[in-house]
Structure formats: structure tokens, C-alpha cells
């Protein structure tokens, strides 16, 4: 077995990843680690240094690097060990498909964008030579100004405005209305009226108006879109990275590497020590694993042959051999990512301000257009001059500013928050975490390090450099926190590892033992998270671990009560540890012992009472609560699909940002509120001139402009303000 | 008039050229990577 350990892992068969063009092949790999110029030139001039490469690319937005080359597929894997050699972690990237869709939608969105910028330009230059020198000018030169407005206005807006009418027909069809229901009716309007009027050669037309209310919202809409992308461009890389590949025994009982997505039930799976299992299964040797993906705790588990291991657990002692249960599909990780898109989709249940807005806004505009339609009819008026009226109302009280507000105050807000090392993964996740009163936080990973630490001080040093000298030789995390907190020095020569018990050395005719009571000969009651040293028949000398609390959890907790939260903390962890820390961090409320279905459960009870909760937690037993709650914060330290659940993840190894993130949140909800304000007072004016017929297409134009400026720059405010 | 329908018909190619050569850009990729393209800059590289 240790020969097989040490053997390099041989090529996999990565086929499926890579993609040929006559004989031209290329992959894309998933790179994380490359942040500055020198990673770039490095992996870039390290794989085109491979014979037969002859294009690499790295993506740093995307995190992707794309390589093409003659010859064999085979190669991806020598390329991908060439970037694994350099020091970044590479992965064949699988979801290509979701990636290129998105990519184009915002490809599509700028194309869109450009569309409508030209046009603007174009019409503007048309209709302002009307509106200034509109006197001098012969009814047949405007006419021609008109009808060349109206052949660039018309198809550019049609085509730019492409994505309002999509999203108001498919709410229609749900019998709602949102923001794009009022949107789309004033640009079609705005172009029929126009084109009726040019056509009766009326004075005045609103090609300008349309075009650059489509222009204004297309900016609103592409920074809405570019907020969700980023960030779902980080969980998309997340999952890229889950596709592990798999050693597995074959027929002769020959190792070869498959993807995990290839295992099959029954499959004998070896795994060396530091490896991450893909498929559920029963493990054929004893061994020590690591299984915080699944229990958030991080002192590894001795488990016996036959025992059950479940995905995403990690090898930390001898390398076993695993027979497969389940495909990945039917794995643990599966199930919970399953179990995230169950949250997800509770959540998308929640109504933006925006829309709710628009609830309240369509009825109310509709009447009043019919109000004004009425009113000149029974003055007396005819029918063309009242309808014109009636769809002067329409188009002028469209919510060309509300469209506009929302994004802007997000994309400023979701911006500030990045600086501070926030990472906000979506525009509505801003409004819901300004609507929390209660705060949970999980105790280990979140509040605390998550990484053992020695805390004993009263160990001599002499003993503690003998402890160490053994310790150097493990990948225990405990060994290795005791190896730390002695510092760097000389390894014990002859170190024999037992897997679930401890370490020994003979030098000099003496043994020593590092590792469980039981192993050193202690008479106490076992504890998981201490070590114990005998140096031959001495008596054997504890070292006890303790998790250390964030140097700044106390003062978020304190941060966030004086905000008006209810904070409390829901840990799987024992009493003892979860009082001290809750006592440290001044949390009052606390629950022990609680499973990640009891932490879902206390949310799902929470909200019951009308509390909207915020879940702060990083383990996968936190994945469910994270999803079940209000708003999810993940710790950047959190594993895969915790941060895939959260709605934000924190950089760095602060706690503080919550605190900030709730406040600036909580800034842009009143900003929004005020752009709303803002709006409705816009609208007190435009209504009654527009009903009462005083429109010209100069004073509509103004509106649209001031106001789309006014709410713009009324969100800048938030990047100028102190938290 | 005549001096109108030149000018419009200039004023249309160059809008029509200027967006053109943008949609162009867009198709080419030149604002996939604004990160990386942001630091490509300062690679020295004489053959890039």
C-alpha cells in the first residue's frame, strides 16, 4: 500500500473535458490561485512551453484557462499537472455550457446597450434640430427629420428594449405585473403614438423619448446583471473545482483515474492519505479521516474497517482502499446541493422593492391615463387629441428613474461592501439583510479560528521540543497545531504512524509516543481534542487544544446588537467548549449539541414568529440553516457548498464586515426608499401637465433625464458616507 | 435641402461605422477579461 501511496498519480482518462476542432484540440481548466500579472505570464508560459501547445489563455475575470493543441487529448493531463507543478490548483472544467450562457446573455446585454447608445445619439440629433429650429423649418423638412428618427428609433429600440418586453410578457403570463410591465408599454406606446403623429404630421414625436428611456434602463439592467454574474461566476468555479477524479482498481487490479462522475456502485476506490472521497462507500481498511465537510468538526475520526465513509470525507492516516455505495449523484454532496436548491427556490419567493413597487404603481398609473381619457372626452375634446393625452400619461410616468434607482444604489452599495471584503452575491440579498433582527452564528470555523491551537502554557519547552520533534512527522491536525506552536525545527528520525492512535519513535534506545491516552498509556478519560507524549516509562504529559475565538467576534456581536439585532449562537459542538466561547464572544443565547436539521428547524421556528433571521455559518452542517434562513453569510475559510448557499462570503479572516454589511445594507435600503420618494414626487408634476396636454417631447425628455440623474446621484451618496 | 440629406447621410455612417467597430470589439472578446487585461500590462514580454 505505501508503495502504491507514493507512486505519482497516473494519467486520467480526460476525454470527455476536451474538445476537438479538426486536429486541434482544446480543454479549459478551472485555476484558482492566479491573482497578479506574474501568474498570468507564468501558467501562460509554462503550459505554451509544453510541445505541441500553441495557445494558452488565462481568464483572470473568469478564472479559467483555455489552451489549444495538435495532437493527443491525452495531454490535458499533462497540462494540468504542468499547472498543479507551477503551484495553482487545476481542475478540467466541466459546466462549460452554464458558463457560456451566461457569457453570452452578457455579451448580449452590452450589444444591446451600444444599440441604443447609437440610436440616442442619432435621434437626438434629429428631433433637438426640430425642437430649436423647429421655426425655421418647412413642415416638409420635419416631416423628413421625423421619418428618419422614426427608421433609426424604431427597429434600434425594438431590438434594444428586447429584454423588458421578455420579462413583461413572462409576468403577464403569471398574471403579475413588475417594473417591466409599465416599461414596456411606454416605449410601445411612446413608438406607436410617434408614428401616428408623424404620420398626421403632427409638431411633435416621442422617437427621442422612447430610444433614450430604453438606453437609461438597458444601463440600470446591465449593472444588475454584471452584480449577479460576479458573483455567480465564484460559486460556477466552486462546482468546476467539485469534479474530482478518482483512482479506482480495475479488472486486472490495476490503479487507473477516472472521473468521479464515472465511479460506479461496487467500485473499489483507493485513496491516499490527504485525499477527498466522491462517492459515498465502505471502507475495506481501518484509517483516520477527516470529516468536518460533514460534521464541522475538524479533529479527524478514527473509523474501523467496514465502516461507513460519506463523500467529501478526507483521508488523514494510513491510505485505504473505499468500495463505492453510491454514484456521486446519489452521494451526500449531491443530496445537499439538492437540498440548496430547495432554498433557493423558497427564496426567490421574495419580492423585490422594486416589483413590489410596481404592484402598487401599475393600477394606479393605468387609472389615472384612463381618468385623463375620460376627463376630455367629457369636455368635449376628440378622440385623437384625448387618447394623445391619456398616452402622454402613460409614457411620462413611466419608471424609467425607479429602473435606474434600484441598480445604481445596489451596484454602489454591493461595490462598497467588495472594498471591505464583502462579497455580495446578489442585488436583493442587500434588501433582505436590511430587514434582519436576529443574527445566528455557528460556533466553530465561524465565530472561532476552526483550526485547533495548543493552549496549555505550563508545558516545558524541553518537553514540548521532544513532542514536536515527533509531531513534525504527522498531517494530524492536532500534530500539526502542536508542531506549530513549537516552531520550526528537527524531525525525529523512524516515525511510525498507527492510524487512530498516535506516533513513535525509537531513538537512542528509548521509545517515544505522541498521540490518544490509550496509545501513551494515560489513565484518563479520552478527549478528542488533546495529545498525549510518553518518553519511555516516564509518566505521559497532556497538551490540550482549544479552537480560538476571531480576534473581533466579541465586537461584532456587540456591533450587532447595537444595530437592534438578537444574536445567538446554534453549535453541533459539546456544552463545555460552546459555553466558554459564547461567554467570550458575550453571546447570552446559545444551544449545544444541535444537529444541522435541529439549526434549520430553530430558523424554520424563528420565522414562524415573524423574525427575519441572519445564519452566519461555514461547515456543511450549517449548508441547511444557511439556505432555510433570511440571509446567509458564509466565512471565506467556508467549504464549497456552504458558500454556495450563503448570499454573501466574507474575504479574509475578520467577522467585523458583518456588522458593516448590515449597515451599509441598511443605508441602501433608505437610499432606495428615498430614489422612490424621489420618483413619486417626479411624478406629482409630470401627471397633471401631461393631462392637461402641456407635453412637448422637450419637456419630457428633461424629466426623464433629471430625474434618472437626480436618483443616480442620490445613490453615490452611500459611497461618500461614513458605516 | 441638398446640403441636409448629405450631412444626414454622413451624420448615419459615421454613427453606423462607430457602432460597427464596437459591436466588432464586443464579438472579438476585448471585454471578457477586464482583470486580467487590467494587469496584462505589466507583463515584459516582447513577443506578446
Not at chain 1, 495557445?55 to 493543441?69: D, F, M, P
Not at chain 1, 454574474?229 to 477524479?245: T, V
Not at chain 1, 466553530?444 to 521532544?466: C, F, K, N
Amino acid at each position: 500500500m505505501a508503495a502504491l501511496a507514493a507512486a505519482p498519480a497516473p494519467a486520467a482518462d480526460l476525454s470527455r473535458y476536451v474538445r476537438h476542432r479538426g486536429d486541434c484540440a482544446s480543454v479549459e481548466i478551472a485555476v484558482r490561485g492566479a491573482r497578479c500579472a506574474n501568474c498570468i505570464a507564468k501558467i501562460e508560459r509554462g503550459v505554451s512551453a509544453l510541445a505541441g501547445v500553441h495557445e494558452a489563455r488565462l481568464n483572470l475575470s473568469t478564472g479559467k484557462l483555455s489552451v489549444a493543441w495538435h495532437g493527443h487529448a491525452d495531454l490535458a493531463w499533462t497540462i494540468i499537472e504542468r499547472v498543479k507543478s507551477l503551484g495553482y490548483e487545476a481542475f478540467p472544467f466541466g459546466a462549460a455550457e452554464a458558463l457560456d450562457d451566461t457569457h453570452m446573455e452578457g455579451r448580449a446585454l452590452l450589444r444591446r446597450l451600444a444599440v441604443a447608445g447609437f440610436g440616442t445619439v442619432f435621434v437626438m440629433g434629429l428631433t433637438d434640430a426640430v425642437w430649436y429650429g423647429g421655426s425655421d423649418m418647412t413642415a416638409a423638412t420635419r416631416d423628413l427629420f421625423y421619418w428618419l428618427a422614426a427608421a433609426v428609433s424604431v427597429p434600434a429600440t425594438l431590438y434594444a428594449a428586447m429584454p423588458f418586453f421578455a420579462s413583461a410578457y413572462k409576468s403577464l403570463l403569471k398574471r403579475q405585473t413588475n417594473m417591466d410591465v409599465p416599461i414596456g408599454a411606454a416605449i410601445l406606446l411612446s413608438l406607436g403614438l410617434s408614428l401616428y403623429q408623424t404620420v398626421t404630421h403632427a409638431s411633435h414625436t416621442y422617437f427621442d423619448a422612447a430610444i433614450m428611456l430604453t438606453f437609461l434602463l438597458l444601463i440600470g439592467r446591465y449593472l444588475d446583471f454584471s452584480l449577479r454574474n460576479h458573483a455567480q461566476g465564484a460559486a460556477r468555479h466552486l462546482l468546476a473545482l467539485q469534479s474530482i477524479l478518482s483512482r479506482r482498481f480495475d479488472f486486472s487490479g490495476n490503479l487507473e483515474t477516472v472521473a468521479a462522475a464515472d465511479l460506479a456502485t461496487g467500485d473499489r476506490i483507493f485513496l491516499a492519505a490527504g485525499e477527498r472521497t466522491a462517492v459515498d462507500g465502505v471502507l475495506e481498511d481501518a484509517t483516520d479521516a477527516d470529516l468536518s465537510l460533514v460534521t464541522g468538526e475538524s479533529v479527524p475520526v478514527t473509523l474501523p474497517k467496514g465502516a461507513v465513509m460519506r463523500a467529501g470525507s478526507v483521508i488523514m492516516g494510513r491510505p485505504c482502499v473505499l468500495r463505492a455505495t453510491a454514484r456521486v449523484e446519489s452521494s451526500l454532496v449531491a443530496d445537499l446541493a439538492r437540498l440548496l436548491e430547495a432554498g433557493q427556490q423558497t427564496r426567490n419567493l421574495y419580492v423585490r422593492l422594486a416589483d413590489r413597487a410596481a404592484r402598487a404603481y401599475v393600477p394606479f398609473v393605468a387609472s389615472a391615463s384612463l381618468a385623463v381619457l375620460a376627463a376630455w372626452l367629457a369636455m368635449g375634446a376628440d378622440l385623437a387629441t384625448s387618447v394623445t393625452n391619456a398616452v402622454a400619461v402613460l409614457i411620462i410616468t413611466c419608471p424609467c428613474a425607479l429602473g435606474l434607482a434600484v441598480p445604481a444604489v445596489q451596484t454602489v452599495a454591493t461595490g462598497r461592501l467588495f472594498e471591505r471584503g464583502v462579497f455580495v452575491k446578489s442585488g436583493d440579498a442587500l434588501e433582505r439583510l436590511a430587514q434582519v433582527d436576529v443574527a445566528i452564528f455557528d460556533k466553530t470555523g465561524t465565530l472561532t479560528l476552526g483550526t485547533p491551537e495548543l493552549v496549555d502554557a505550563d508545558i516545558p519547552r524541553d518537553v514540548l521540543e521532544a513532542a514536536a520533534k515527533l509531531a513534525r512527522a504527522s498531517r494530524h491536525p492536532l500534530a500539526r497545531a502542536l508542531a506549530k506552536a513549537a516552531g520550526t525545527g528537527p524531525v525525529a528520525s523512524g516515525v511510525r504512524e498507527e492510524a487512530g492512535s498516535g506516533l513513535e519513535a525509537k531513538g537512542d534506545g528509548v521509545t517515544e509516543r505522541l498521540g490518544n491516552a490509550t496509545w501513551c498509556g494515560a489513565r484518563e478519560v479520552a478527549h478528542a481534542s488533546e495529545l498525549w507524549f510518553r518518553t519511555g516509562d516516564n509518566p505521559p504529559v497532556r497538551f490540550s487544544f482549544g479552537d480560538r475565538l476571531r480576534a473581533d467576534s466579541a465586537d461584532t456581536v456587540r456591533a450587532l446588537e447595537s444595530r437592534g439585532l438578537a444574536v445567538e449562537m446554534l453549535t453541533g459542538d459539546a456544552e463545555a467548549p460552546a459555553a466558554m466561547s459564547a461567554k467570550k464572544a458575550g453571546i447570552a443565547h446559545w444551544l449545544a449539541r444541535v444537529t444541522p436539521t435541529e439549526k434549520a428547524a430553530r430558523i424554520a421556528a424563528l420565522k414562524a414568529q415573524g423574525h427575519r433571521v441572519l445564519m452566519i455559518g461555514d461547515g456543511i452542517n450549517d449548508a441547511g440553516a444557511l439556505a432555510q434562513a433570511h440571509v446567509s453569510i458564509a466565512p471565506g475559510s467556508a467549504v464549497g457548498v456552504s458558500q454556495l448557499a450563503a448570499d454573501m462570503i466574507l474575504r479574509g479572516d475578520a467577522l467585523f464586515q458583518v456588522a458593516e454589511a448590515v449597515g451599509v445594507a441598511r443605508k441602501a435600503r433608505v437610499l432606495v426608499l428615498e430614489n422612490f420618494a424621489l420618483a413619486g414626487l417626479y411624478n406629482l408634476i409630470a401627471i397633471p401637465v401631461a393631462a392637461f396636454g402641456l407635453v412637448t417631447p422637450l419637456i419630457a425628455a428633461a424629466m426623464m433625464a433629471s430625474s434618472s440623474l437626480l436618483v443616480t446621484l442620490n445613490a453615490l451618496r452611500l459611497a461618500r458616507t461614513g458605516p | 435641402m441638398n446640403g441636409i440629406a448629405v450631412l444626414v447621410a454622413a451624420a448615419l455612417a459615421f454613427g453606423l461605422v462607430a457602432l460597427a467597430i464596437l459591436l466588432w470589439s464586443l464579438g472579438s472578446g476585448q471585454y471578457d477579461d477586464p482583470d486580467g487585461d487590467a494587469l496584462r500590462i505589466l507583463i515584459d514580454d516582447a513577443d506578446d
